[in-house]
């Protein structure tokens, strides 16, 4: 029987989607492992692209997650420090900031996706135009803000052409998407900050979408900051998950896997 929202069509719509996402960050991990029923899934994979190279990474779908760790030591302390703990508190905010042996924590990060059935484009997405990636206005845009938001953005790492929005001769706003493996496009925002708050990220990443949707691909949203993560809920995207990558003190990792023999491999 199908529900009024669509039922038995958009729940395969849905679980199709959770397949796809779930191959995807397998694939990252760069060894042969799975999602768990639940719980988390540590293995060692030292060319793991969950994080930065030598850095823990951790993604969490659902009710289960996956990470990877650059060292069977490193894998050992994890699995130690995720025990007794709730699945969602791996990528919860703070939890990781500040904790004895941790140096650097890049997140978390929500994310999520959408499927063609689930997208709400954008009205104001009319007033979008294109550029090729690279192109130096979009260059302009990048220069005036913060490294901070330039990072969080990626705008820098797109594949795809620029859409962008326009003050006069200025790009004021600009979306766009770099292809990951197993065809999702990563999308990628940036908007001046004088220019904020007028719906102009959501008019260029809706333009980005639909690009992506047209050439049969998953629009993947990472966002740390409810503004964005706000904007990708209006474009009909779903949160499934969260990330984190966290870098361990050599000598905390080590002093805890002092404690007994490493496991056999």
Same mark, same amino acid.
């Given at each position: 029987?199908?529900?009024?929202? $669509? ?8 679980? %199709?989607?959770?397949?796809? /996402? ?8 760069? /060894?042969?492992?799975?999602? !768990? ?25 659902? =009710? ?30 703070? #939890?990781?900031?500040?904790? !004895? ?18 997208? &709400? ?10 550029? !090729? ?34 003050? &006069? ?11 990951? !493996? $197993? ?12 220019? @904020?708050? #007028? ?5 260029? %990443?809706?333009?980005?979408? %639909?690009? +992506?949707?047209? =050439? ?6 990472? +966002? @740390? =900051? ?20 966290? @870098? ?6 080590? @002093? =805890? ?9």
């Amino acid at each position: 029987m199908v529900g009024a929202d $669509g039922g038995e069509d958009a729940s395969m719509a849905r679980s %199709a989607v959770s397949q796809r /996402v779930e191959e995807l960050w397998v694939s990252l991990a760069g /060894v042969t492992t799975s999602f !768990p029923a639940d719980g988390v899934q540590v293995v060692v994979a030292a060319g793991s692209r969950l994080c930065p190279p030598a850095w823990v990474g951790i993604v969490v779908l659902g =009710n289960s997650g996956l990470a990877t760790a650059p060292d069977a030591v490193t894998a050992r302390f994890l699995r130690e420090s995720l025990a007794g703990r709730p699945l969602r508190s791996a990528v919860g905010a703070g #939890r990781w900031s500040g904790k !004895p042996g941790v140096v650097d924590v890049l997140g978390p990060a929500s994310l999520a996706y959408l499927d063609e059935q689930e997208f &709400r484009p954008a009205a104001e997405a009319r007033g979008v135009v294109h550029l !090729p990636p690279g192109h130096l206005d979009l260059a302009r845009l990048v220069a005036e803000v913060s490294g901070e938001d330039m990072a969080e953005s990626g705008i820098g790492e797109i594949s795809s052409p620029a859409f962008v929005v326009r003050d &006069r001769a200025r790009v004021v706003a600009a979306a766009g998407y770099r292809e990951w !493996p $197993g065809a999702v496009a990563h999308i990628s925002v940036l908007t001046s900050a004088r220019f @904020r708050g #007028r719906g102009l990220a959501r008019a260029v %990443a809706s333009a980005a979408v %639909a690009e +992506a949707l047209g =050439n049969n691909l998953l629009p993947q949203w990472r +966002a @740390r =900051n409810e503004p964005s993560r706000r904007v990708a809920r209006r474009l009909g995207f779903r949160e499934l998950g969260g990330q984190v990558s966290i @870098r361990f003190a050599s000598y905390q990792v080590q @002093r =805890n896997g002092d404690r007994r023999p490493p496991p056999r491999q």
